[in-house]
């Protein structure tokens, strides 16, 4: 998990610091959100396959790479999270096709162009749901309170520890768990509403 650390060090001549003095130092976290740019591959096992179906493999990204605020205070450090940088989405799809059809032929065109379907209720998930990802990120970010370590060896373990109850937020869980029932359900669309005709009329 990669992680960023912006180091700002405020000294300060006078006064005791607990542990609870922490809060003051939270920050509101900017929040960016990208999507990967995605390839596309075909092959075809040499392993038999539904000679009727393709097959789509797809590689979701959900990264959250992050930014500490690190405030020096005179019994220890206030480390906050700082900056998000969350990339969600697609980063390639597999489209695996019958040996049986040979490449280019009216048979392997009707699949892949099936599959290429499939490929597009993909990105609709993700193109859809963009606010959905600003609204859970944004709310789980803002909830993540700064930590309080006493030594600087500590840092890396309390960025650690920012990044854990990030990615352990509800929101995030929930968000992911929407992802992969929507990807389910427009997949279940793809194939209901494909009669099969376009794959028949090679045959005629």
């Not at 809060?23 to 009727?52: E, G, H, R």
């Not at 290429?116 to 600003?134: C, M, T």
Request: some cysteine; overall charge negative.
């Amino acid at each position: 998990m990669k992680r960023i650390i912006f180091v700002f060090l405020s000294f300060f001549i006078s006064g005791a610091f607990a542990s609870d003095d922490c809060i003051d130092y939270k920050l509101t976290p900017n929040i960016t959100i990208k999507s990967p740019v995605w390839t596309k591959s075909v092959v075809q096992p040499l392993k038999k396959m539904d000679v009727l179906h393709g097959n789509v493999a797809a590689t979701l990204i959900d990264e959250f790479e992050i930014t500490a605020d690190i405030t020096s205070i005179e019994d220890g450090f206030c480390v906050a999270l700082k900056n998000v940088d969350a990339t969600i989405g697609y980063s390639d799809f597999l489209v695996q096709i019958d040996i049986s059809h040979k490449p280019n032929t009216c048979s392997y065109n009707a699949i892949l162009q099936h599959e290429d379907e499939h490929i597009r209720a993909y990105l609709s998930v993700i193109e859809d749901n963009k606010d959905l990802f600003a609204k859970s990120i944004k709310n789980a970010a803002d909830s993540i309170v700064p930590v309080f370590i006493k030594n600087e060896k500590d840092i890396e373990s309390a960025i650690d520890k920012l990044n854990n109850e990030l990615q352990n937020h509800p929101d995030i869980v929930l968000l992911k768990q929407q992802i992969r029932t929507d990807e389910e359900i427009r997949n279940k669309y793809v194939d209901i509403n494909d009669t099969g005709e376009t794959l028949k009329r090679c045959f005629d």
